[in-house]
Structures are given as C-alpha cells and as structure tokens.
C-alpha cells in the first residue's frame, strides 16, 4: 500500500507530466503562426505555469479537518498540525459494548485527544445502536497510531469484538 508520500510524488509526476504536454501542444501551434519570437515569450510562460503548477500539486495533502470511521481501520491518513481529527464509530450501548473512552495514542506528543461524546439513535427504537465520536487535536508534526477496542467492560479478559486502528501522519 503507498505511503502518503509516495502519492503526493505520484501526484506530483503526473501534473507535471500533463502540464508539459498540454505546454508543448501551445508552444507548437503559436511557434507556427508568430515566429520563433513568440515561441520564446510562451516557452518563458509555459516554464513558470509548470512551477506554479507543480508547487500546487506538491503541496501537503494533509487536512485541517478530518473526519474518519470504521472503513478507515488499518489506514494511514494525513492530518494539518494544529488540525482536529473526529473520528465516528458505530456504537450500541444496549449491548453492554462500548468502545474505550479514551483512545489509545502512541505517541501523545503528536496528537491528543480533546473529547469524547456518545450520539444516541435517530430513531426511537428499543436496542436501537447509536454512535462514539472522539475528538482528536494534532499538536505538531509527527506519526502516532490511534487504537481502540470495542468490548464489554465488564469483560476484561475476553476477546473485543472489534478493533480499530489508525496511523495519523501530521504535517
């Protein structure tokens, strides 16, 4: 699985790629009508346009507001320092399951957690599953994993019935 890095620098190849050949194209059709003069004017042009572009392109994919769920267990995401992460699991406290308040943080230093809320159900149904949202502040640059298990707190020795993980990279 690529690393965040890997797809910027993909990313960034490809923008490049296609600016110069869209370039190119403009330089070969102007060159033809107007002169080696104005070859020279849009070759100038076309050389800054694929440095702003590129700069775009290369630019930190990393967000200041992220939102995840369980379909991101197991992921690496790209997080803005000083950016809030919120992450949304599904929750059904009529079970006896919950997931654990306080997520698991690897490296504290990086990120830390600022709140956790349970969402009750839309709907009024008995036994109704609601939702566990925490809320997490990256503090600065640096890679931490974030862990929780879903379990019966009164259950400690058993198995959770589910797990999730994420690996936050702050920029």
Not at 121 to 127: C, I, K, S, W
Not at 158 to 169: C, D, E, R, S, W
Request: one cysteine or more.
């Amino acid at each position: 699985m690529p690393t965040v890095e890997k797809l910027k620098l993909i990313r960034c190849f490809e923008t490049l790629a296609l600016t110069t050949k869209v370039q190119n194209i403009i330089i070969e059709e102007r060159s033809d009508k107007e002169g080696e003069n104005m070859k020279a004017r849009w070759i100038s042009v076309c050389i800054m346009n694929t440095v702003l572009l590129s700069l775009l392109a290369c630019s930190s994919g990393a967000s200041k507001e992220l939102s995840v769920d369980i379909t991101n267990s197991g992921k690496e995401v790209a997080l803005a320092a000083g950016g809030t992460l919120t992450i949304t699991l599904e929750s059904n406290i009529t079970t006896g399951y919950s997931w654990n308040e306080t997520a698991n943080i690897s490296d504290k230093l990086v990120l830390q957690q600022t709140g956790h809320k349970y969402e009750t159900p839309a709907t009024p149904a008995l036994g109704a599953g609601g939702k566990e949202v925490w809320t997490i502040k990256a503090l600065k640059a640096g890679k931490s994993t974030i862990s929780m298990e879903y379990r019966r707190p009164f259950e400690p020795t058993a198995a959770p019935a589910n797990t999730f993980t994420l690996i936050v990279v702050v920029q």
